[in-house]
Each structure stands twice: as C-alpha cells, then as structure tokens.
C-alpha cells in the first residue's frame, strides 16, 4: 500500500525559502519516477516537477524552473523540493505523486507566502 507522507511547508515572507519532504513507503521507491505537485485555493492541482528514479534526470514547470530544485534520496525513500525566491502565487497545498496528475498522493503540506 503506497504511503506518502509529505512536510515541511509554513508560511514564509516573498523571497524566502523553504525545503519540502516527502517520505514514501509500501513500494519500490528506488522504481519511482517520483513528482511533486500543487494546488493553490480555489484551483486545480498543477504538476510542479519530477525526477528520476535514480535522479539522473529532473524537470520543472516553467512557473518554477529556476526557483525550485527537486531531489530524492533512495536511501531513506524520501523526495524533497528545495524552493527558494519564493512568490506570493507559490501558495498552494504541495503533494507528493507517483504520478504527474497527482492521482496517487500523500495529504499535502501546506506552504503559504505573504508579507
């Protein structure tokens, strides 16, 4: 039974940073292309980025390329997002996935920016 248990989020001033984490557990993490998506309120859950099972290959949402660096560590079976320059439309509930809809996800955290 796919587990997915997502932390880290507060709230944080416009420009600053946070680091999401997200442990797994009940599958073959190590198989997983894993991803980490959002949803801001009142709007659908939006595919923020992915990595490869063995990181060897990553890609972003163009709202975040540049921003956001994802990561994982096979050893621990947990996935991270690193986000820094942090806007104030970055505010959303983060959900871990093993897929890019987001259809198979942990409960969230929630991140919110505002001065």
């Known amino acids: 039974q796919v587990q997915l248990v997502e932390s880290g989020g507060g709230l944080v001033q416009p420009g600053g940073s946070l680091r999401l984490s997200c442990a797994a557990s009940g599958f073959k993490f190590t198989t997983y292309y894993m991803n980490w998506v959002r949803q801001a309120p009142g709007k659908g859950l939006e595919w923020v980025s992915q990595i490869s099972p063995r990181s060897t290959t990553t890609a972003y949402a163009d709202s975040v390329n540049g921003r956001f660096t994802i990561s994982r560590d096979n050893a621990k079976n947990t996935l991270y997002l690193q986000m820094n320059s942090l806007k104030d439309e970055d505010t959303a509930v983060y959900y871990c996935?093993?897929?890019?809809?987001?259809?198979?996800r942990g409960q969230g955290t929630q991140v919110t920016v505002s001065s």
């Open positions: 996935s093993t897929d890019g809809s987001g259809s198979n």
